[in-house]
């Protein structure tokens, strides 16, 4: 069965930092590229960043780019997003996400982000 | 970047009523459209991808159609279980969800 369990979340103030790990098994971490997609409350999806199955090529939202690193260990089938300089506007829901072509069909539970003084 | 566009925003309808959703591309993506539903509190779940293919184990009430920009996602018999917020999502580039319909029952 797959299973992505994301951890990290929390309270963080304006401008702080914040790493968030997602743990994969019940597939072949290796062979997928994984993404992080965002829920602000109350609003829609937003796909953040995502990375190919070796960490060769990154892609980020146009919002994060900069101040967010997409990362993984294949050895640890582990997916990471580490956040600094984090705003208001960065509170929300994080989820990992299996890509599958082009799909999402495979979402872990997701990791509440507070960025709030 | 890709805008993606659904209308309406929200519906009510009818257990049973046909219901339709659109959804439409700022540019040409074929058919890398998918369509999700996510429930209060709960992760999306994959319905329909590549615009018009079921994913295994959802009822085949639910359908997509469309390509280039243009897309529809239908529920043929809407039922109370199907009250839920629906997205769609294209992968021509980069990933961009739609802003979201949310189905209520009359």
């Known amino acids: 069965e797959v299973q992505l369990v994301e951890s990290g979340g929390g309270l963080v103030q304006p401008g702080g930092s914040l790493r968030l790990s997602c743990a994969a098994s019940?597939?072949?971490?290796?062979?997928?590229?994984m993404s992080w997609v965002r829920q602000a409350p109350g609003k829609g999806l937003e796909w953040v960043a995502n990375?190919?199955?070796?960490?060769?090529?990154?892609y980020y939202v146009d919002s994060v780019k900069g101040r967010f690193t997409i990362s993984r260990d294949n050895a640890k089938n582990s997916l990471y997003l580490q956040m600094n300089s984090l705003r208001a506007e960065d509170t929300a829901v994080y989820y990992c996400?299996?890509?599958?072509?082009?799909?999402?069909?495979?979402w872990g539970q997701g990791t509440l982000v507070t960025v709030s003084s | 970047d890709i805008q993606m566009t659904q209308s309406p925003s929200s519906l009510s309808a009818s257990v049973g009523d046909r219901v339709t959703i659109t959804c439409q591309a700022s540019?040409?993506?074929?058919?890398?459209l998918n369509w999700y539903q996510q429930k209060p509190g709960k992760a999306p779940k994959l319905l329909i991808y590549?615009?018009?293919n079921l994913e295994t184990g959802v009822p085949s009430r639910f359908s997509g159609s469309g390509s280039g920009t243009d897309f529809t996602f239908t529920i043929s018999s809407l039922q109370p279980e199907d009250i839920a917020t629906y997205y769609c999502?294209?992968?021509?580039?980069?990933?961009?969800f739609g802003p979201g319909t949310k189905v209520d029952i009359k």
């Open positions: 590549d615009a018009s």
């Open positions: 990375i190919k199955q070796d960490g060769s090529e990154k």
């Open positions: 999502q294209q992968y021509d580039n980069l990933p961009s």
């Open positions: 019940g597939f072949t971490f290796s062979s997928y590229w």
């Open positions: 540019q040409d993506i074929s058919n890398y």
């Open positions: 996400a299996r890509s599958g072509g082009s799909c999402y069909m495979y």
